[in-house]
């Protein structure tokens, strides 16, 4: 019986070199991932279909200033878990906040757009962070910055589309989600999916039971 040869590598894939000129649609989808779970999975494969985008980039921040420390799995950890749920072909896992040395989105957004002057950025986030993004730091720069889509999560959907941020920003919402590509910022869409019931706070609080 003739041997086994050695085992695939996994294939990794990895954000491009900066300063990369390459046209791209790229979905952004930041975060602590902590840990990362099928719900980020969910949102990126819908993100993915429904925008036309060419990948989808999760943003695992350094620290959330918004975020308790305690109960904070290490950086490492957490690219190493996000890594092993995010199996697929286009979604790239990075630290590039790290790299580029921010935690805040509005900082984060000018340098990508500084060293990737050829690729169409996408914030993506769920209902629940468009409910209270009116608390992050210079919120109104990141509509302002790049186009947004929000997607349904149970129960925040409501509550979210009568927030401070849906409605600061109303008359530059479309309801088509792939017409955000036809406009510039700031414009945003909703996108209804089906819902996934994975929460990253459920998860930990099961680790610890």
Not at 94 to 123: C, H, I, S
Request: net charge positive.
């Amino acid at each position: 019986m003739a041997k086994s040869g050695p085992k695939p590598v996994a294939f990794t894939p990895a954000t491009p070199t900066f300063g990369d000129r390459c046209k791209r649609r790229i979905g952004l989808l930041g975060g602590s991932f902590n840990p990362a779970h099928e719900g980020h999975l969910h949102i990126s494969l819908e993100a993915l279909k429904t925008l036309q985008l060419h990948q989808v980039w999760w943003l695992v921040s350094p620290q959330n200033p918004l975020k308790s420390k305690n109960g904070m799995a290490s950086l490492a950890a957490r690219l190493k878990k996000a890594r092993a749920v995010a199996v697929h072909r286009r979604i790239v896992v990075t630290d590039l906040e790290k790299q580029l040395g921010v935690n805040r989105t509005a900082l984060t957004l000018d340098r990508l757009k500084q060293r990737y002057p050829g690729t169409e950025f996408v914030w993506l986030m769920g209902a629940d962070n468009l409910a209270q993004i009116d608390q992050w730091w210079h919120w109104t720069r990141i509509f302002d910055a790049t186009r947004v889509a929000i997607f349904d999560r149970s129960p925040y959907s409501y509550k979210s589309l009568a927030g401070t941020a849906a409605q600061r920003f109303a008359q530059v919402r479309t309801r088509r989600p792939s017409a955000i590509w036809f406009r510039l910022p700031p414009v945003w869409t909703y996108v209804a999916i089906r819902r996934h019931p994975a929460s990253a706070t459920e998860l930990r609080a099961k680790a610890r039971s």
